[in-house]
């Protein structure tokens, strides 16, 4: 019985691959906002599958009327990912806040694109990548 357990638990393991992700935060006080970084990369058997990257900014009360200009400031930080297929930026802004979402599959996008924005070879394992961000300011877990 304990070597069928063991044999299934291979298998499953083997057909199922292992994942794992980065999942950095940054916050930066400005004099207009509070701006949250969000950072996660999901690996696949050792290889980058996707990347996330959120930013937020939460802007202090005399600065409200400025909430969209503020996202499309955060917005225009993306904007040579725009109009690429596959890549995916979101944004919205509201009351105080302004976030902008940027999702990178990379099975989905051509390698020619992604060699274009030096993303076609993301041999960067989870550790190193880890501690490259730590080494940044941000806090992994």
Request: proline letters at 1%; glycine letters at 4%; one cysteine or more.
């Given at each position: ?5 063991v044999v299934v638990i ?132």
């Open positions: 019985m304990k070597k069928l357990t291979g298998v499953l393991l083997l057909t199922t691959g292992c994942t794992k992700k980065v999942h950095c935060t940054k916050e930066k006080k400005e004099k207009f906002a509070i701006i949250k970084e969000t950072f996660l990369v999901n690996y696949k058997n050792n290889k980058v599958r996707d990347i996330q990257i959120d930013l937020q900014a939460d802007l202090k009360k005399n600065y409200d009327d400025y909430t969209e200009t503020i996202e499309k400031n955060l917005k225009s930080q993306f904007e040579k990912y725009e109009n690429i297929k596959g890549i995916s930026i979101t944004s919205n802004s509201y009351d105080n806040i302004a976030k902008v979402h940027l999702y990178i599959p990379l099975n989905k996008v051509k390698k020619k694109e992604l060699e274009k924005l030096n993303l076609d070879n993301l041999g960067e394992t989870y550790s190193a990548l880890k501690k490259t961000m730590i080494e940044k300011g941000y806090q992994c877990n």
